[in-house]
């Protein structure tokens, strides 16, 4: 079966600083891979994904992610933190058909 | 387009009751998957409705159920509430249903907050 780690619970940021938030995978073949962010009380919103080709991708509200097959990693990024963008994220895999595996999520908070 | 949503929003059941959550696809998607989250849990993948039939199931007993109807709206059921069914409930939907070499993009609703007493 897939994993997914998300070896950092808690990140806290400056506004305006670089974001790096990790995940590493366990899958045999090449991964589909996706980042959401969920704010509190709402659902999940898919930032991107990654199916094949360029290994970094861009996302919506500024995000990007890179995909490194030889560290099974597949981490996101942000230049410049907005205080809008604390919330919680969740990495996950596809398994078989639709389903997702997710990482137990990383709780961003941004200081102004 | 309008989004997934679903129905109720929130909910508050009693231990050994039953309840159903409804989901509404985005326009024109025919996949429809469930989650639950917990906290000591997470997110964890309940099961997965493709033109009306179950393609995939998580592990959860079998007192969770769903279904998918023809228009591609589904609902799913848990019987019997235990306190530890109290969780998010969260559906997805999709164009598709991947395969081997085959994914799609999920868009997930707000979620039904279920708590049992």
């Known amino acids: 079966a897939q994993s997914v780690t998300q070896p950092d619970i808690h990140i806290t940021v400056s506004e305006g600083a670089s974001l790096e938030l990790r995940c590493n995978y366990s899958?045999?073949?090449?991964?589909?891979l996706f980042w959401y962010v969920q704010s509190p009380g709402q659902g999940l919103q898919l930032l991107l994904k990654?199916?094949?080709?360029?290994?970094l991708v861009q996302g919506i509200k500024g995000f990007e992610a890179e995909f490194k097959r030889s560290q099974s990693s597949f981490n996101l990024r942000k230049p410049s933190v907005h205080w809008s963008d604390a919330a919680e994220y969740f990495c996950?895999?596809?398994?078989?058909?639709?389903?997702?595996?997710f990482g137990a999520g990383t709780i961003l908070r941004v200081k102004s | 387009k309008a989004g997934v949503t679903q129905t109720p929003r929130y909910l508050i059941k009693t231990r050994g009751q039953q309840v159903t959550l409804s989901c509404s696809p985005i326009?024109?998607?025919?996949?429809v998957s469930w989650y639950q989250q917990t906290p000591g849990q997470g997110l964890q993948f309940l099961f997965e409705?493709?033109?009306?039939?179950?393609?995939n199931k998580g592990n959860f007993p079998g007192r969770f159920s769903g279904r998918q109807f023809s228009n591609s709206r589904s609902e799913m059921n848990v019987s019997t509430l235990e306190l530890g069914d109290s969780a998010l409930y969260l559906c997805?939907?999709?164009?598709?249903?991947?395969?081997?070499?085959?994914?799609?993009?999920?868009?997930f609703g707000p979620g039904t907050r279920l708590t049992v007493t």
């Open positions: 997805a939907s999709s164009h598709g249903t991947g395969g081997a070499g085959v994914a799609y993009e999920q868009y």
């Open positions: 899958y045999g073949a090449t991964p589909y």
């Open positions: 990654y199916f094949s080709g360029d290994t």
């Open positions: 996950a895999v596809k398994e078989y058909g639709n389903k997702l595996v």
């Open positions: 326009s024109g998607h025919r996949s």
């Open positions: 409705y493709f033109s009306e039939t179950q393609r």
